[in-house]
Each structure stands twice: as structure tokens, then as C-alpha cells.
């Protein structure tokens, strides 16, 4: 896995360039994703938002979350912790050269299986109609191989990653609401969504209660939410966890249960792709409110 990692960098940073994909025509369709405004809410206080001279502004607080490219930026004001912006600044750098560097790394057996992202969007798959969010959710590839009968909403933290999701779309004539946004302080109004995922970024979580517990917000009343990462991975406050028990399944059950809300039902945690992933799935408590 280490081998795969290196490779990945090394791809994503050789093919990297500044990129200017804004055009006219791109600035337009996504400004169709703001019609989706009844989703959004600010990231701290939750209040509503209104747009109003091509920004989002926040009635109460008085905050202004501007809108560029169609795309709403709605990181929580103030200062956020270094790792946060260490990683941004690490995934804007790479975004360009992204899809082809985990296309090949992933390929690659290097120290580990080839992984697929077949082997967990075929558990996820949503039904005709429902509403979809992916949270870290890079430059749509697992969007992009979900049904189009579902609506999807993708929030990143890193902006040119949501550029390259927004031309990937754009290319395929499929469309998705992408906000730009912490994990940690989702900017959607509760219970908005039926499904809600994320994959490969719980290694880049400080706090992964704190988003776990903010999956489960957005979620509707008893729907499904997963997470997918790699297994060698695992976030610290995990591995904490498990240190005194090595990768036994209802061990590690047990110690994601410890983050997971409260309120989450059914948890089930499976090793998938030969070990390579881990798929945790929870139903959001029915106690959720509706949107
Ligand atoms: C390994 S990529 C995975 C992207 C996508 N889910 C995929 O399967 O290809 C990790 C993504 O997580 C994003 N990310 C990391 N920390 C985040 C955070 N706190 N909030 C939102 N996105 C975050 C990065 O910007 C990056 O796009």
C-alpha cells in the first residue's frame, strides 16, 4: 500500500498544471445547482441562506459565502485547523493529475490487491429518485458510476478537485450539486438526504465522530450511511481503539461503534477488495427530523 501511495503522488504530481477550466458555459450549468439552495444552510449556525449578488449570505450572522463557478463555498469562517488546510492545499495541487494517478495506482498490486470501486458502489446503489450525497467526494468518480436516476449532491474541501468533478459531469451530461465544505460542519439542512457516503477520506478526518455524527444529521430517518476507506488507513482515534484488538471483525465493530452516533442502527463493518477496503454502513436513528 505504501508502494501504491508513492505511485499515486508521483502520477498525480507529474501531471499536474495550472488549471483554468472556467468558461462561460460551465459557469452557467452550475449555476442550475444553485436552485438546490434549499439544501444548503451555513455550516456552524445552520441558518438559511440566501443568494444575492452571486453570494450566499447568512441573515443572523451576517456571513457571505461567495459563489464561483456555479460552486458555493461554504468552509465554516475563521481560522480551521492547519490539517484541514494542509490537505486542501495538498489536493488542489494534485487535482489535475488525481483520476489517472488512482486509475493506475489502483490497478496496480503494489504491497497489496488491485482495488475496484465496483466492489462497494454496487452496495451503495440508490434507488430511482433519491437524493445522494457524497461527502469528499474529489472529482466525482463514484458519482459517476451511480445510476443517473438519483439526484447527487458531492461537497469537497479542495476547490480544484470540485472543478475537475464539475468538467467530469459536464463531459458525461450528468449533473450534481457541488459545495465546497469541511466534512466536520456539512452545510446541509438535516434529514435532506437518503443516502449519504464517503470514501477514501476518513484517513484525512481530525475528528471522525464529529463527521460521522454530521453524516448522520444530513441523513434522513433510517438511511443509509456509509463509509469506505482503505483498511491500512484507519484513523488514529481507531487504531487507538483497536491497538488492543488486532483486525478482528466484531473487535473492529466494537471500536467503531465507540465514534459512530448514538443513534446509528444496524452497524455493520465489512473487509472488502481483498482486504485492501473497509465498508462500514449504519441507518441514521428514526428520530432524524424530515426535511
Ligand atoms: C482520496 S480523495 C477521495 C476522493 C473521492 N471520494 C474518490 O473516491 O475518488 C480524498 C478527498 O477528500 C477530500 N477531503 C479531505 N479532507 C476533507 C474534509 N475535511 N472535508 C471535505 N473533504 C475533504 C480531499 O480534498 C480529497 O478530494
Known sequence: ????????????????????????????????????????????????????????????????FPVREGIPRLLPPGERPLRHRYWEWVYNRVAIGYDLGVEIGWRLPLGGAAI???????????????????????????????????????????FNMLRRAAARLRQQDRQALLVQGDAHALPFVDAAFDVVFQMGAMQFISDPARALREMARVAKPGAAVWVIDETDALPRTLKRAL??????????QAAFRRVLPPTSEQVRLEIISQGE???????????NGRL
Open 1 to 64: 500500500m505504501v508502494y501504491r501511495c508513492i505511485i499515486e503522488g508521483y502520477l498525480c504530481i507529474c501531471v499536474q498544471r495550472d488549471s483554468t477550466l472556467e468558461t462561460a458555459e460551465m459557469i452557467e450549468e452550475q449555476k442550475t445547482n444553485i436552485e438546490n439552495l434549499r439544501l444548503l444552510c451555513h455550516p456552524v449556525t445552520r441558518e438559511p441562506l440566501v443568494l444575492a449578488d452571486g453570494a450566499l449570505h447568512a441573515a443572523r450572522s451576517g456571513d457571505c
Open 116 to 158: 475496484d470501486r465496483a466492489s462497494y458502489l454496487e452496495k451503495i446503489r440508490p434507488r430511482p429518485g433519491e437524493r445522494v450525497l457524497e461527502t469528499a467526494v474529489g472529482t466525482a468518480a463514484n458519482i459517476l458510476q451511480l445510476s443517473d436516476h438519483a439526484h447527487y449532491a458531492g461537497l469537497d474541501m479542495a
Open 243 to 252: 491497538r488492543a484488538a488486532p483486525p478482528a471483525r466484531p473487535e473492529w
Open 277 to 287: 477496503l473497509y465498508c462500514l454502513c449504519f441507518y441514521a436513528g428514526k428520530e
